[in-house]
């Protein structure tokens, strides 16, 4: 099956910090979405990315589609403390067998 | 509130029970899903329903019964669940099989 690697596994920052967070695949995709999930919650989406190279920007959030169309990234620019919870990368490589997810990147702001 | 609701929220049954999580979408979606969320495991794909046309079953047992009467309600039947089985079940929809989904809230689901 297709690899897919989400990472950092979990990271503990301070508030204010700036946050990185990447997923890379084995195979080429045509979609990379980024989500988040808080406590109890389902997920939401937070930026769908569409086409290779494309950069985007949802407030403090960026997230770039790679231009090889097998990695995606997600920047935080200065964390605040709601920004706490799991974020997961997740693709699609077209057709009707929907979207998989990685494992999640757990973000913890320490006080 | 995203739009996808599922019911119920937890739900604790015996290993011999049999009960449904239902999911339900006004967004005008064409596509439901079900995923299955354990600790520390990514999310899981179990069902995906296109135009109410189950187009994906990936390789769930089958004590989880997937129902679709229309593009706005999916139904998750179960039936003699393992322990293993307890996680958060999660419904979503999208417009399309490869845009971004919106889910719902999840029903907790435990066995005992």
């Known amino acids: 099956g297709q690899q897919l690697n989400q990472s950092p596994q979990s990271m503990f920052i301070q508030e204010g910090e700036d946050v990185s967070m990447n997923c890379t695949s084995s195979s080429i995709f045509n979609t990379w979405l980024w989500y988040k999930q808080d406590p109890g919650e389902g997920p939401v989406l937070l930026i769908a990315?569409?086409?290779?190279?494309e950069l985007t920007s949802n407030g403090r959030l960026t997230a770039q589609f790679g231009i090889t169309r097998k990695d995606s990234f997600l920047n935080i620019s200065a964390s605040i403390p709601s920004d706490v919870g799991i974020y997961f990368c997740g693709y699609s490589g077209g057709g009707a067998d929907g979207l998989t997810f990685g494992k999640g990147t757990h973000l913890i702001i320490q006080p | 509130e995203t739009g996808v609701t599922q019911t119920p929220r937890h739900l604790v049954m015996g290993m011999t029970n049999k009960k449904s999580l239902k999911c339900e979408q006004h967004l005008g979606h064409n596509a439901m899903y079900w995923y299955k969320q354990s600790a520390k495991k990514p999310l899981e794909l179990m069902f995906v329903?296109?135009?109410?046309?189950?187009?994906e079953n990936n390789s769930v047992p089958s004590r989880f019964s997937p129902e679709c009467p229309n593009s706005s309600h999916l139904f998750l039947h179960l039936h003699t669940l393992q322990p293993e089985d307890s996680a958060l079940y999660l419904c979503?929809?999208?417009?399309?099989?490869?845009?971004?989904?919106?889910f719902g809230s999840g029903t907790r689901l435990t066995v005992v």
């Open positions: 990315l569409y086409k290779a190279g």
């Open positions: 329903y296109n135009f109410k046309e189950q187009t």
């Open positions: 979503a929809s999208s417009t399309r099989t490869d845009y971004g989904y919106t």
